[in-house]
């Protein structure tokens, strides 16, 4: 068990809510969702609400590229500014664990429920908690309804725990698990290991934000969208290359079909790796936005969509007309 090679970062931030203050809170959540999507390397977020008899904890998992890109985040003026704002909405300080290094997939439908678990390991003792937590894993697997896990190690200048982040099917198998006799008596074992703990249970499987030992391949937004979005960046790459390769092609004699063969792959080279990398990111909001979806989000991001191809059906009316 270790570290898959890869240099996203995703936050799981823990918060009680005064009772009564749902409906606040939750508008609160939204401001910062919007402020977090103009940091750069920004990815995705999720807010899961809690379920029931989860004492107004609400859970919320914020995605970057790096853990550079993470940590101006988590150290930016705007956030210090909002988490005083909503500071009054919230039973005690929130709790946050950064997870560095696991392979994180896109937001799915897979159903489950999670547990996040944090470990104040001792030092010196790093490779004996390694070992150990393969000998809770081999147990997990035995019990039903087990679906998975990742291992994060510390991540350096941000947070000193190791965690760990499992899946069952139910809620009712991981509470098996976490209340077993088996699972109390490895942790006997491991605090030896590890000078404390932490479990947090959400109420989902993470929308399938982690792999959890799957090889399942990853979710892309609905075909209308991917449609509209080739379409955005296609028309002016095609265009521009008729403007100026094809009229070179004609001045040199190529034939039609010679010159269409190559101004193909000339397009799909610059859609492949040019345009389409830098159209998904700036319609991120739109094309993958996991559990927030509303149906605001898709009109939004189709109307913008609309909009740009008519201002450059415009652009190209006035300059080639």
Not at 268 to 287: C, E, G, Q, T, Y
Not at 308 to 317: D, N, Q, R
Request: glycine share 10%; charged share 25%.
């Amino acid at each position: 068990m270790g570290i898959r090679a890869s240099g996203t970062a995703t936050v799981v931030t823990s918060q009680k809510v005064r009772e009564g203050f749902d409906e606040e809170y939750d508008r609160w959540q939204e401001k910062v969702n919007r402020a977090v999507r103009d940091f750069d390397g920004f990815e995705g977020t999720e807010t899961y609400p809690p379920g029931s008899g989860e004492d107004h904890e609400w859970v919320v998992v914020f995605r970057f590229a790096g853990t550079d890109q993470l940590s101006a985040w988590l150290d930016s003026t705007a956030r210090r500014e909002l988490l005083a704002e909503g500071r009054e909405l919230l039973d005690g300080a929130p709790t946050q664990e950064v997870l560095a290094g696991g392979r994180i997939d896109e937001p799915d439908r897979v159903e489950g429920v999670t547990a996040v678990i944090s470990h104040d390991v001792r030092p010196g003792r790093e490779k004996e908690f390694e070992h150990w937590q393969d000998k809770v894993l081999k147990e997990q697997e035995k019990f039903p309804g087990f679906m998975g896990t990742e291992f994060f190690r510390p991540v350096e200048g941000i947070q000193d725990h190791w965690v760990v982040a499992f899946r069952y099917d139910t809620r009712e198998h991981l509470d098996a698990w976490l209340d077993s006799s088996r699972r109390e008596h490895l942790l006997k074992e491991g605090r030896e290991y590890f000078a404390s703990y932490d479990v947090r249970k959400v109420g989902t499987a993470f929308g399938g934000w982690f792999r959890f030992g799957s090889d399942e391949s990853e979710e892309v937004p609905p075909n209308w969208k991917q449609s509209m979005t080739v379409v955005l960046a296609l028309y002016p790459t095609v265009m521009v290359l008729n403007l100026t390769v094809g009229h070179e092609f004609q001045v040199l004699g190529i034939p039609g079909y010679l010159g269409l063969f190559f101004s193909n792959i000339l397009s799909v080279s610059i859609l492949s790796w040019l345009l389409m990398p830098l159209v998904n990111r700036a319609l991120a909001f739109w094309l993958r936005p996991g559990r927030t979806r509303t149906v605001r989000v898709d009109v939004a991001g189709a109307a913008l969509v609309f909009l740009c191809w008519a201002l450059t059906v415009l652009v190209f009316a006035l300059t080639t007309g």
